[in-house]
């Protein structure tokens, strides 16, 4: 009688070892179908924030989002999920003259997916350190 119920201890011990280790894959808030969603929410605030310039500067931008990509990273418990958005930004500026001048050029941001916060963090990169000549 104390061996059949001290295997079936240790099976229950093993079984919540194992189902504790399986609820952040099984939870379907973490799955790739519920994150990525989110972070196109965020692109497209993104972009709505970046097209807001003030017409009196005589400046207007539109921001193209070129790609929301999501990808896994195995092994991290807090950071399941890295995100990149990417976007093709063009500008268009009147000059004094009269004549508009355009530019054009790829703004990316970098995010993970914190699963404690249930969100997307954006991630800061500093940028290059220039040449020396």
């Keep these: ?3 059949t119920v001290m ?15 399986c609820i952040k894959s099984l939870d379907p808030r973490l799955r790739r179908e519920a ?6 929410k965020e692109a497209e605030s993104l972009k709505q924030d970046g097209e807001k310039v003030d017409p009196n500067l005589g400046v207007s931008s539109t921001w193209n989002i070129e790609a929301v990509e999501v990808k896994e990273q195995p092994g991290n418990d807090t950071n399941l999920w890295a995100g990149t958005i990417r976007f093709k930004i063009e ?7 009269g004549s508009v001048v355009t ?3 790829d703004k990316r941001f ?24």
């Design 1 to 3: 009688m104390k061996q």
């Design 7 to 21: 295997k079936l201890t240790l099976a229950a011990a093993a079984l919540a070892l194992l189902f504790s280790g």
């Design 35 to 40: 994150v990525l969603p989110l972070l196109q």
């Design 91 to 97: 500008s268009r500026m009147r000059e004094v003259d």
């Design 103 to 105: 530019q054009s050029f």
């Design 110 to 133: 970098e995010y993970v997916y914190n699963a404690t916060l249930r969100r997307w963090i954006i991630q800061y990169t500093p940028p290059a350190p220039a040449k020396k000549s």
